[in-house]
């Protein structure tokens, strides 16, 4: 599971799950958790339905995304090269 950084504090959290417990009342908090929960579970299952779907659809038209991965980074790699070649000279003289 991949965590995405969140830019407020421990501190900042716990301010907000105290709003809502006082807004919402303590009756209504797990409720609303078990809603969110819900909801989460539902958009990580419809993005893995299309996850599949799209594989799927590559494997049957002889897709492989290894390999095209693989063509995209050499690629890359020598756009990198081609780059560094050129601003070679250009860094020394600065």
Request: hydrophobic residues 40%; glycine residues 8%.
């Amino acid at each position: 599971m991949q965590v995405l950084p969140l830019f407020i504090s421990g501190a900042e959290i716990g301010f907000i799950l105290f709003i809502v417990l006082m807004v919402f009342g303590a009756d209504k908090v797990p409720e609303i958790a078990r809603g969110l929960g819900k909801g989460m579970r539902q958009i990580r299952n419809a993005t893995d339905d299309i996850k599949n779907e799209i594989t799927k659809s590559a494997e049957k038209q002889g897709l492989d995304f290894k390999d095209i991965s693989k063509d995209v980074t050499k690629e890359i790699d020598k756009v990198k090269e081609d780059v560094d070649d050129i601003t070679g000279p250009i860094k020394r003289n600065f």
